[in-house]
């Protein structure tokens, strides 16, 4: 059943892309994350063991309909439970500027990106090699149903959103009768030093409710993060992901389950080189560190990751990367992995 409702959803979708496309003001696009991966440890799957798999697969209509009034709609194709495919959508919403009532605003309605993920997307800029923190870490669900207002600052220096959110994420349903509110801002304090106008800092707060029936609002799902990032001259960039949150699922629960984690990751470009090749090179680094229950101790878990990134061309990236997971006191589970990203 599961895979006929798949099926039908796959092809209504290319139908609707395929009609809307023909309407003025209308793009179609998509990303595709593919990947190698060779095990270099007995751990997990053994040594040896490798395979190559696609992450995700998206395919985007944009279209606009007036000089305020545009629409998006995402289809998603990803790897569920490593031996099927599911399709469905990832973001089906209206955006709608507001500029002649409210100056730099809009709202957006219907099935959308959580805001704080999909800019940390952006920060990071590699999401086809690896998620960011909190989507990584299953702290926040990367789209929800419901409706936003979006502040752009004037001359560039950055945006903030309000959400109303149904709570269960694009792949869960509505259990009860609450709402999740949450708050995010991105600001750029240098932008007048050109050499320094990419750096910014962020905040975010996220008030929610457990996604379970027959709660009270003692269940709650709260999270807050922040962002630091420096970047000097199109050179380098150096920045760190802090969120921490705190649940109690389950009517009856007493006790807060509280997470946090740490992401800090940075790049080293080659913009002056002489040669073409450096000149589309990067030197890339992550390290994460997460805590799936503070009062647990020597439950911590590690991510590192290390690699060469190179745009071939406008819109297709390869890099070549080195992986390593580790829980504490337990043995790492390390990879060679070749990541590759398509958009168009």
């Known amino acids: 059943m599961r895979n006929r409702l798949s099926l039908g959803l796959a092809l209504g979708l290319v139908v609707l892309l395929r009609s809307l496309s023909l309407a003025a003001d209308t793009k179609v696009g998509g990303e595709i994350y593919a990947f190698y991966s060779s095990d270099l440890t007995q751990n997990g799957h053994?040594?040896?063991?490798?395979?190559?798999?696609?992450?995700?697969?998206?395919?985007?209509?944009?279209?606009?309909?007036?000089?305020?009034?545009?629409?998006?709609?995402?289809?998603?194709?990803?790897?569920?439970?490593g031996s099927t495919r599911e399709v469905y959508l990832k973001y089906a919403y209206l955006d709608w500027k507001i500029d002649q009532f409210v100056p730099y605003s809009s709202i957006r309605f219907g099935l959308q990106q959580t805001g704080w993920i999909d800019y940390m997307n952006k920060v990071w800029g590699r999401r086809y090699a690896a998620k960011t923190l909190m989507d990584e870490?299953?702290?926040?669900?990367?789209?929800?149903?419901?409706?936003?207002?979006?502040?752009?600052?004037?001359?560039?220096?950055?945006?903030?959103?309000v959400q109303v959110l149904q709570g269960a994420g694009y792949k869960g349903s509505e259990e009860n009768r609450y709402k999740d509110l949450s708050a995010f801002v991105f600001f750029r304090p240098l932008m007048q030093v050109s050499d320094l106008a990419a750096s910014m800092v962020g905040g975010y707060y996220y008030k929610g409710f457990s996604d379970k029936p027959d709660i009270t609002s003692d269940n709650?799902?709260?999270?807050?993060?922040?962002?630091?990032?420096?970047?000097?001259?199109?050179?380098?960039?150096?920045?760190?992901?802090?969120?921490?949150?705190?649940?109690?699922?389950?009517?009856?629960?007493?006790e807060d389950l509280k997470q946090d984690g740490i992401s800090v990751f940075s790049q080293v470009n080659f913009p002056k080189a002489k040669s073409p090749f450096l000149r589309k090179m990067a030197l890339v680094g992550r390290y994460d560190i997460y805590d799936k229950d503070k009062d647990i101790k020597d439950n911590e878990k590690e991510y590192l990751i290390a690699g060469v990134e190179w745009e071939i061309v406008e819109g297709f990236n390869i890099m070549p990367n080195f992986q390593m997971e580790k829980v504490k006191n337990?043995?790492?589970?390390?990879?060679?992995?070749?990541?590759?990203?398509f958009s168009f």
């Open 46 to 81: 053994g040594k040896g063991y490798n395979k190559f798999d696609l992450d995700r697969a998206y395919i985007t209509l944009n279209s606009k309909l007036s000089d305020a009034v545009s629409v998006r709609i995402t289809g998603d194709v990803a790897n569920m439970d």
């Open 137 to 161: 870490y299953k702290a926040l669900s990367s789209a929800d149903y419901g409706v936003s207002y979006i502040i752009k600052f004037p001359k560039g220096y950055g945006h903030g959103s």
């Open 220 to 254: 709650r799902k709260d999270r807050a993060a922040a962002l630091a990032s420096i970047a000097y001259g199109g050179i380098f960039r150096i920045s760190g992901e802090y969120f921490m949150s705190w649940d109690k699922a389950n009517p009856g629960e007493k």
């Open 330 to 341: 337990k043995e790492s589970e390390r990879r060679f992995v070749f990541n590759a990203g």
